[in-house]
C-alpha cells in the first residue's frame, strides 16, 4: 500500500500562515497539520484517472495553504493507493482512520471501491466526499454506511436526466450497450435504459468487460449482426477510446455516446485518433474552455492555470478537477465546523453550499448533489459542446419532485 503526505510549510510561512497563537503547547497544536485522506488508484487499470484527481486535489491543497490554511492551520493530504480494487480499498480506508486518525476521507473513484469502505467508515463516523463515483446505491439509504457520504459527483440517474431530453433528436433508437463490469457499468445500464425507454429508444443488447479488458471485436461484432444505430459505454478513457478504435475498424459506423464524464473529447482524440473520434459524444460536468460554465469562474480559471503551469496532461484536466473540488469542500466544510472533528465535519457538510467547477456542490437529504451535466462532442476534429444541463436546473427539478 503506497501512502503519500503532502504538506505546504514553505507556502505556508510564505503568507504567514505559522503566527503563534500563544505559547507552549497550544502554539504547537496551532500548528499541526489538519489530515485529510484521500484515497485513489494510483495502479492498476484505472491508475491514470487516479493520479488525475491526486493532481487536482495537489492544486486545490496549495491554494487553500497559500492563503494560510483552514482555522490557522495547514491542510495535509495522506494518500493513498487502492490499486483500483475495492479489498484494498477498505484497507486504505482502515489505516486511515485507526493509524492516521482522519477525520474525513475523499474517494475512491470507482463505485465498488466506495461501496466496500462506506461500512467501515460509518462504524468509525467518519465522513466521506465521494469525488468520481456514480452508482445510485452509494447514496441509497439502504446501502450500508449511506449515512456517512456526501457526494460532489452525479448519480448515473442524473447523467440519464441530463442527456435523455437529446436521445430523439439525435435519432438514437437501437441501442448496444457496453460497460464496464463493475457497479458503476451495471448501475448505468439500468439508470441509462430507463431514460431511452421514456425517450422512445430501446436497449437492444448489453455486453459488459472486465476492468482491464482490452479487446472487445466480439462484443461489437454482436452489436453490429443485431443492427443498432447507437452505442453507448460505460467505461474509463482509455478503454473508451479502444473501443472506438475497434469501432472504425469493424465499420461499426453508429452514434456513439460515453457516460461518466472521464472521458471527453479532447482525451479521445488523442487517445483514439481523430478519425475514430469523430463525432463521438459524452457526458461530462466541466468545461476547461468556459470558466463561466463553472460555479465558480474564478476558481475555474486558476485551477486551468494552475494545471498548465505544472505541465500536466492536459487530457486529465477534466478528471483532475474532480480532485480539486473535493479539497476544496472538505476545506469549507472544516472551516464551517470550526473544529477537525468528524463529528463537527460531517455535519458541517450537511448543510454546506460551495461553488466549485461542479456547479453548485450542496447536498440533499441523502448526501447527494447536482452538478452540472455536460453533452460534449468531437466535431471536426475539435471540442464541441452539445447541450447543458446546468447544476441549478438539476436543483429546481429535485425541489419540484
Same mark, same amino acid.
Given at each position: 500500500?503506497?501512502?503519500?503526505?503532502?504538506?505546504?510549510?514553505?507556502?505556508?510561512?510564505?503568507?504567514?500562515?505559522?503566527?503563534?497563537?500563544?505559547?507552549?503547547?497550544?502554539?504547537?497544536?496551532?500548528?499541526?497539520?489538519?489530515?485529510?485522506?484521500?484515497?485513489?488508484?494510483?495502479?492498476?487499470?484505472?491508475?491514470?484517472?487516479?493520479?488525475? #484527481?491526486?493532481?487536482?486535489?495537489?492544486?486545490?491543497?496549495?491554494?487553500?495553504?497559500?492563503?494560510?490554511?483552514?482555522?490557522?492551520?495547514?491542510?495535509?493530504?495522506?494518500?493513498?493507493? %487502492?490499486?483500483?480494487?475495492?479489498?484494498?480499498?477498505?484497507?486504505?480506508?482502515?489505516?486511515?482512520?485507526?493509524?492516521?486518525?482522519?477525520?474525513?476521507?475523499?474517494?475512491?473513484?470507482?463505485?465498488?471501491?466506495?461501496?466496500?469502505?462506506?461500512?467501515?467508515?460509518?462504524?468509525?463516523?467518519?465522513?466521506?466526499?465521494?469525488?468520481?463515483?456514480?452508482?445510485?446505491?452509494?447514496?441509497?439509504?439502504?446501502?450500508?454506511?449511506?449515512?456517512?457520504?456526501?457526494? #460532489?459527483?452525479?448519480?448515473?440517474?442524473?447523467?440519464?436526466?441530463?442527456?435523455?431530453?437529446?436521445?430523439?433528436?439525435?435519432?438514437? /433508437?437501437? #441501442?448496444?450497450?457496453?460497460?464496464? %463490469?463493475?457497479?458503476?457499468?451495471?448501475?448505468?445500464?439500468?439508470?441509462?435504459?430507463?431514460?431511452?425507454?421514456? %425517450?422512445?429508444?430501446?436497449?437492444?443488447?448489453?455486453?459488459?468487460? +472486465?476492468?482491464?479488458?482490452?479487446?472487445?471485436?466480439? !462484443?461489437?461484432?454482436?452489436?453490429?449482426?443485431?443492427?443498432?444505430?447507437?452505442?453507448?459505454?460505460?467505461?474509463?478513457?482509455?478503454?473508451?477510446? /479502444?473501443?472506438?478504435?475497434?469501432?472504425?475498424?469493424?465499420?461499426?459506423?453508429? /452514434?456513439?455516446?460515453?457516460?461518466?464524464?472521464?472521458?471527453?473529447?479532447?482525451?479521445?482524440? !488523442?487517445?483514439?485518433?481523430?478519425?475514430?473520434?469523430?463525432?463521438?459524444?459524452?457526458?461530462?460536468?466541466?468545461?476547461?474552455?468556459?470558466?463561466?460554465?463553472?460555479?465558480?469562474?474564478?476558481?475555474?480559471?486558476?485551477?486551468?492555470?494552475?494545471?498548465?503551469?505544472? +505541465?500536466?496532461?492536459?487530457?486529465?484536466?477534466?478528471?483532475?478537477?474532480?480532485?480539486?473540488?473535493?479539497? %476544496?469542500?472538505?476545506?469549507?466544510? #472544516?472551516?464551517?465546523?470550526?473544529?477537525?472533528?468528524?463529528?463537527?465535519?460531517?455535519?458541517?457538510?450537511?448543510?454546506?453550499?460551495?461553488?466549485?467547477?461542479?456547479?453548485?456542490?450542496?447536498?440533499?437529504?441523502?448526501? !447527494?448533489?447536482?452538478?452540472?451535466?455536460?453533452?460534449?462532442?468531437?466535431?471536426?476534429?475539435?471540442?464541441?459542446?452539445?447541450?447543458?444541463?446546468?447544476?441549478?436546473?438539476?436543483?429546481?427539478?429535485?425541489?419540484?419532485?
Amino acid at each position: 500500500m503506497r501512502k503519500t503526505k503532502i504538506t505546504a510549510w514553505a507556502v505556508l510561512a510564505a503568507f504567514g500562515g505559522f503566527l503563534a497563537v500563544g505559547p507552549g503547547l497550544a502554539s504547537a497544536q496551532s500548528k499541526e497539520p489538519i489530515k485529510v485522506g484521500m484515497i485513489q488508484p494510483l495502479s492498476g487499470p484505472i491508475a491514470a484517472a487516479g493520479s488525475y #484527481i491526486t493532481n487536482g486535489a495537489k492544486i486545490a491543497l496549495d491554494r487553500v495553504n497559500a492563503k494560510g490554511g483552514v482555522l490557522g492551520r495547514p491542510l495535509e493530504l495522506i494518500i493513498e493507493d %487502492n490499486k483500483s480494487d475495492p479489498a484494498e480499498t477498505r484497507n486504505a480506508a482502515e489505516k486511515l482512520i485507526v493509524r492516521d486518525k482522519v477525520p474525513v476521507i475523499i474517494g475512491a473513484w470507482g463505485s465498488s471501491m466506495t461501496l466496500a469502505m462506506m461500512p467501515l467508515a460509518a462504524q468509525h463516523g467518519v465522513p466521506l466526499v465521494v469525488e468520481t463515483s456514480s452508482s445510485g446505491k452509494i447514496t441509497d439509504p439502504k446501502t450500508p454506511g449511506q449515512k456517512v457520504v456526501s457526494r #460532489i459527483s452525479p448519480t448515473s440517474e442524473l447523467e440519464a436526466v441530463g442527456a435523455g431530453a437529446l436521445i430523439p433528436k439525435l435519432g438514437m /433508437k437501437k #441501442i448496444g450497450y457496453l460497460a464496464v %463490469n463493475t457497479d458503476w457499468g451495471r448501475g448505468a445500464v439500468v439508470a441509462f435504459g430507463e431514460a431511452f425507454k421514456k %425517450n422512445g429508444a430501446s436497449i437492444e443488447a448489453v455486453e459488459y468487460v +472486465g476492468q482491464a479488458d482490452t479487446d472487445f471485436y466480439a !462484443q461489437l461484432t454482436k452489436f453490429k449482426a443485431a443492427g443498432v444505430d447507437s452505442v453507448v459505454i460505460t467505461d474509463d478513457a482509455p478503454k473508451a477510446a /479502444k473501443m472506438l478504435q475497434q469501432m472504425k475498424e469493424l465499420g461499426l459506423n453508429v /452514434k456513439v455516446l460515453v457516460t461518466g464524464g472521464s472521458a471527453w473529447p479532447d482525451s479521445i482524440v !488523442q487517445l483514439a485518433g481523430a478519425p475514430a473520434a469523430e463525432g463521438a459524444m459524452f457526458i461530462n460536468f466541466y468545461n476547461p474552455y468556459d470558466f463561466a460554465m463553472a460555479g465558480d469562474p474564478e476558481a475555474s480559471k486558476a485551477y486551468v492555470d494552475e494545471w498548465k503551469k505544472r +505541465g500536466l496532461p492536459w487530457i486529465g484536466i477534466v478528471e483532475g478537477m474532480r480532485g480539486f473540488d473535493a479539497v %476544496n469542500v472538505v476545506a469549507k466544510a #472544516i472551516e464551517s465546523a470550526k473544529e477537525p472533528t468528524a463529528a463537527k465535519i460531517h455535519a458541517a457538510l450537511k448543510t454546506l453550499e460551495a461553488r466549485g467547477l461542479y456547479g453548485l456542490n450542496k447536498f440533499d437529504q441523502n448526501g !447527494q448533489s447536482y452538478c452540472n451535466i455536460i453533452v460534449t462532442q468531437v466535431k471536426d476534429g475539435k471540442y464541441s459542446v452539445v447541450a447543458i444541463t446546468p447544476s441549478a436546473k438539476l436543483w429546481e427539478m429535485s425541489a419540484a419532485k
